[in-house]
């Protein structure tokens, strides 16, 4: 029986990883989430994995569960907000304990989800803790992956296209800042697990960028979303000034925006990310865009349940 530690669990990635871990008899799954609501969700759907609830910025009885583990997932992080110790604490001092933990219990295989900011013009804090976290991984003896996923979306997606769509059912209006025309390389969170898996079984090593093999407008990806959805919002196109003064107001409001300033900033810059050939490299083949968004919006078992922010 091979044992897996999934840090972040009941996050995105993780929500999706256990979902289809679970499905092979000779794994044990070990997953550790701080957030109270997320955790008991991820419990009440397989309660047969071991689910731990622990911050894991601060030292714990969780780092015991690493003990002839075969290999750690990890993948928690902060990624929206308004505070730096958020980021800090999740992106940076988390790790560290992790690679304690990792190194103290000789976990021989890491596999580290960073993300493409790494390669981005941006200068945010998502970006700044995300780039000090793969120094973390580049400092690590433990034979360990670094995947950097573009924008990710599949089922449990609380913050990107899930929070988005979920947003065009609840307003009449859709708003788009400036013309929508900002490239985008979406990627599917179900071929990330693709991914993750083939890394557990043939031990990749090294860096690799993981985009979606599909570009595509902002604007052209929420009408395509629209269409799959048919929800009550009509979309709009408004001034950026306009939707960032929207924004900064509702920050103002809300500690934990689904959608702040700073990833505004970022949607806008026109860049794209290196494309490789994950599907050879990894033996996984992609899911089409289209075929991706109606498994995440539409899929019976999984599409409906929503985590907490």
């Not at 992106?91 to 000789?106: D, S, V």
């Not at 950097?148 to 913050?159: A, E, H, N, V, Y």
């Not at 395509?224 to 900064?248: D, E, M, T």
């Amino acid at each position: 029986m091979r044992r897996v530690v999934i840090t972040g669990a009941a996050g995105l990635v993780g929500q999706n990883l256990v979902a289809r871990l679970n499905t092979q008899s000779n794994l044990a799954i070990i997953g550790i989430d701080k957030h109270p609501a997320n955790t008991a969700l991820l419990r009440k759907m397989h309660p047969e994995v071991e689910v731990i609830e622990s911050d894991l910025a601060h030292s714990g009885n969780w780092a015991g569960k690493f003990a002839d583990a075969d290999a750690v997932v990890l993948s928690q992080a902060q990624i929206g907000g308004l505070r730096r110790a958020e980021f800090v604490a999740n992106n940076i001092t988390a790790t560290e304990r992790i690679l304690e933990a990792a190194a103290l219990h000789n976990v021989p295989y890491i596999i580290q989800l960073s993300s493409s900011v790494v390669n981005s013009k941006a200068d945010d804090l998502y970006t700044e803790s995300k780039r000090a976290q793969e120094q973390l991984l580049d400092a690590c003896s433990i034979p360990h992956v670094i995947l950097r996923p573009t924008l990710m979306f599949g089922w449990f997606d609380r913050k990107h296209l899930g929070w988005l769509r979920r947003f065009m059912d609840r307003t009449p209006i859709f708003p788009i800042p400036g013309d929508g025309r900002y490239l985008r390389q979406p990627l599917y969170a179900g071929d990330m697990v693709s991914i993750i898996e083939a890394c557990l079984e043939q031990r990749h090593t090294g860096t690799y960028d993981i985009s979606g093999l599909e570009r595509i407008e902002f604007g052209a990806l929420i009408r395509l979303i629209q269409g799959i959805v048919q929800p009550r919002a009509h979309i709009l196109n408004i001034p950026y000034s306009l939707f960032f003064a929207l924004l900064w107001a509702y920050g103002r409001l809300d500690r934990d925006p689904p959608f702040t300033i700073g990833q505004l900033r970022a949607l806008v810059i026109p860049e794209t990310f290196p494309v490789i050939d994950w599907p050879e490299i990894f033996s996984v083949k992609p899911t089409p865009l289209s075929d991706a968004l109606r498994e995440t919006f539409l899929d019976p078992r999984y599409s409906k349940i929503t985590l907490s922010f």
